[in-house]
């Protein structure tokens, strides 16, 4: 059983950034990939980016050049830095660790971008 811990979300104005991240533990087999995805009221959750264990990466492209995955192996960690955010990036964004055996996903953290 994987556990996902999201921090870092809140309330930036347009323009502004803000960092996420994903500390993922308990898990007894290796996590092939992280992602992000988020999820608008009203909307279907959608994949924002993702990352391999290889650090191969994969953006949605309607944050491509702004947003940008990270990783940390050792500390098992998964990170999302947004710059140049927009209103449309409000969202409750949701991590998600995938095992050759499962799918986990974290609770989720809020961000809102309005001024």
């Known amino acids: 059983q994987v556990q996902l811990v999201e921090s870092g979300g809140g309330l930036v104005q347009p323009g502004g950034s803000l960092s996420l991240s994903c500390a993922a533990s308990g898990s007894r087999f290796s996590i092939a990939t992280m992602s992000w995805y988020r999820q608008a009221p009203g909307k279907e959750r959608e994949l924002v980016a993702s990352?391999?264990?290889?650090?191969?990466?994969n953006y949605a492209d309607s944050v491509k050049g702004r947003f940008t995955i990270s990783k940390d192996t050792a500390k098992n960690t998964a990170y999302l830095q947004m710059n140049s955010l927009k209103p449309e990036d409000t969202a409750v964004y949701y991590c998600?660790?995938?095992?050759?055996?499962?799918?986990?996903w974290g609770h989720g953290t809020q961000v809102t971008v309005s001024s």
């Open positions: 990352i391999t264990r290889g650090g191969s990466t």
């Open positions: 998600n660790a995938v095992t050759a055996y499962s799918n986990y």
